[in-house]
């Protein structure tokens, strides 16, 4: 496997010697990914669709979501509950992020960048439906796309903006909560697609760390004191995940808090490259494909 990625993009592979150069990293990023939806509490609630989807699937839980699951067949898109909001497809480790967000009714959140809105749905659901939400994103393309999902989702406390994801650094101890699921190489979306392989560039990873620290820097300076801000990524690179925090570290009083959820996880990277990171980033959950059979991840749960 190792050397068909190899025959592919060299370059990663060697890159990637040095984060996991198990047989069973490539192994699992070969494979077909797994299936899986989240039922929207907005519409109708989980023991009902799913007593229905039953009828004609073979569905398995989401250990870490209550409203997700895993599906054996395909046709699922062409069921009547995905045609009318009641479930929407999303991978199964990024049903993460809104988890962990510990939140409640009521409060004011910024999805820094939103589109396609699957999170922002989960987390209109987690809110009831209260508050408010600012889905923003910075592309007119993806914003037509996040607002139809809102809407066929009834998200109805959701308000969106189309700006530059360093523009809410203005907005100084704001937000309640944040939620910055941040523009990456997407390493972990290779078993959905090999053109993420092809497309892999060690350049393109530090212009998008660059990029990724500028957000996070923006985000928590838009947290209010107490609040809480997860970071996350679908790539394994450390330049875009562990350097990341560990320059909100370098640079704010922000604390890590540790990711306690029921998830197998890969120990987050503390030297990459000749550069050392704080030694809390072993606070923050990184997940391999091999680990849970799912997409490679990243996520960081941070308190101002």
Known sequence: MKNRFAEINRKFVEKYEKIDDSDEFYEF???PLRQSFRVNTLKCDVKTVIEELEKKFSLE??????EGF?????GITNTPEFVLG???MQEASSMIPPVVMDLNKDMFILDMAASPGIKTIQISQYTENTGCIIANDVKRDRIYILISNLQKAGAINVRVTMKDGRFFKRFRDTFDRILIDAPCSNVGMIRKNYKYLKIWRQRDVEALSKLQKELIYAGYL???PGGILVYSTCTLDPEENEEVVDYLLSNTDAKL???KI?????EPILEFNGKIYNEEVRKCLRIHPQNNDTEGFF??????
């Not at 029921?262 to 890969?266: A, G, P």
């Open 61 to 66: 839980k989401v250990p870490w979501c209550k």
């Open 222 to 224: 838009a947290l209010k």
């Open 299 to 304: 996520i960081a749960k941070i308190r101002k």
């Open 70 to 74: 895993f599906v054996e067949e395909e």
């Open 257 to 259: 808090e540790r990711i």
């Open 29 to 31: 990023m070969s494979k």
């Open 262 to 266: 029921s998830v197998k996880r890969t």
């Open 86 to 88: 009641l479930i929407f």
